[in-house]
């Protein structure tokens, strides 16, 4: 008898704590994750984002850029309900990503991120920032880039010679 509820309580712990884990953005794991969009590998933790789909998947970014243009092809890219974060571009780092939502957050532009979408995230609104809409407006506007993108900037793989 003992054995049992030693049994079920493990399989109980296993679950609430499993319940836990859909409550943020999961871990990304540096030089080995990579991104949903391109499948380059996240390495700049200043950049990343997280989408968390209807189906309760999380799907990592290398920058907020791709996460858009992810989340624009998808059928539920209208849901409000959906789930967005973004590393805090001043706190983050590889040991601890700070995130934030990603539709409360703030954006200056002006960085170097990884897929040249080129905006990190804040808690607050400071001087030359937009609000979510604002920085999804100017990636729309600037539609995907060479990084993710080459055929749309003219590069085949015969001009690249590969």
Not at 34 to 43: K, T, Y
Not at 76 to 97: G, H, L, M, Q
Not at 111 to 131: E, I, L
Request: hydrophobic share 40%; aromatic share 12%.
């Amino acid at each position: 008898m003992k054995g049992v509820r030693l049994f079920l309580s493990l399989v109980v712990l296993t679950f609430l704590t499993a319940c836990g884990e859909d409550e943020g953005p999961t871990k990304i794991h540096f030089d080995r994750d990579s991104c949903e969009l391109c499948r380059m590998i996240i390495s700049d933790p200043k950049y990343t984002a997280q989408i968390q789909g209807p189906e309760g998947r999380k799907h990592k970014f290398d920058d907020i850029g791709n996460a858009i243009h992810w989340l624009k092809a998808m059928p539920f890219a209208d849901d409000e309900t959906i789930k967005i974060w973004v590393a805090d571009y001043e706190a983050s780092t590889r040991e601890n990503v700070v995130w934030l939502d990603a539709r409360k957050a703030y954006y200056q532009g002006g960085k170097m991120s990884p897929m040249d979408f080129n905006f990190g995230a804040y808690p607050a609104k400071g001087a030359d920032m937009v609000d979510f809409v604002g920085m999804r407006t100017a990636v729309y506007a600037k539609g995907n880039t060479y990084w993710c993108d080459p055929a749309a900037y003219g590069y085949t793989k015969e001009v690249d010679g590969k």
